[in-house]
């Protein structure tokens, strides 16, 4: 169970912590717990019936009709917005809700609908890396345990696979892409979505996955010259992050190479060659 301080509420639902505490004293939207040591606290509950009071209020409905109605009556009107509205934060907080409660039925249709309302990569672009984020802030308030990680992992990187099966592989003669993780690194939705973007930009890409030892890299690497070299760097290094990317340019001279992740923020980068550093999916396709 989710344990929120006001101001991880106020992240999450997009509601300022003075606007949260009037719904509470006014309209009784929601009654915060306390600790034994009189600190306020909210939960899962809580945090899913301020997301969707926020999302009728932002809509139009006023707060107080709000506080009149059902927790059944202000879902059902959820949803109804949900399939009326193109607001993709409607979309992104129902993902939320879903994702907190672990119901796969509910997050796998709100995925299935979005696709076909405006086709895969618009999807990922504009819902799924905005929804993702705030994932992050669940995780980093240690309000998410890595089940619930996995459990949305996993329902993504499925959706991921069957866009990228679908579509034809480049003949023989294409550029070549080749898409790995380092060792140790396991986060692998954003590659698989890069992997995906390059096979529908035409280039013949091997996809490696994840852990993959550094030998391995040179003997593919070798063995089929590809022309791009795509990684995501997220977690620690065995080695220093600059000495990494020298061995990367120096051992690949003749690729492109082209690089995103946490490790690569706020880092000064030498001018390299062949390395270029994006930290967004739009970027990466303007850079294919």
Not at 3 to 24: C, D, M, N, P, V
Not at 107 to 113: D, H, T, V
């Amino acid at each position: 169970m989710g344990k929120y301080s006001i101001k991880e509420l106020e992240q999450l639902s997009g509601i300022k912590a003075h606007t949260i505490r009037i719904w509470e004293k006014r309209h009784k939207i929601i009654e915060p717990s306390r600790t034994s040591t009189n600190i306020r606290f909210y939960s899962d509950d809580d945090l899913k019936k301020i997301i969707n009071v926020s999302l009728l209020n932002n809509h139009g409905i006023k707060i107080s009709k709000i506080a009149d109605m059902s927790v059944d009556d202000v879902f059902k009107k959820v949803l109804q917005l949900s399939e009326s509205k193109n607001d993709v934060q409607v979309h992104i907080d129902q993902l939320v809700v879903a994702m907190i409660d672990l119901d796969e039925a509910v997050f796998e249709r709100i995925l299935s609908n979005l696709i076909l309302r405006y086709d895969f990569e618009r999807t990922i672009l504009e819902i799924v890396y905005p929804f993702l984020e705030k994932i992050g802030v669940l995780w980093q308030t240690e309000n998410i345990t890595p089940a619930h990680e996995h459990f949305i992992s996993n329902l993504i990187r499925q959706k991921l696979i069957v866009a990228i099966d679908g579509l034809p592989i480049p003949d023989k003669s294409s550029q070549k892409a080749v898409l790995y993780l380092p060792e140790q690194e396991q986060h692998e939705i954003g590659l698989l979505f890069y992997h995906y973007l390059c096979r529908k930009h035409g280039y013949r890409s091997f996809y490696l996955g994840q852990c993959v030892p550094y030998g391995d890299l040179l003997s593919i690497v070798e063995n089929h010259a590809p022309q791009l070299i795509v990684s995501c760097l997220t977690s620690s290094l065995a080695m220093p992050i600059e000495d990494y990317l020298n061995k990367l340019t120096s051992d690949f001279a003749s690729c492109r190479i082209l690089l995103s992740g946490y490790q690569l923020r706020n880092l000064n980068l030498p001018e390299l060659h062949n390395l270029r550093t994006f930290s967004s999916p739009l970027e990466f396709k303007s850079l294919l």
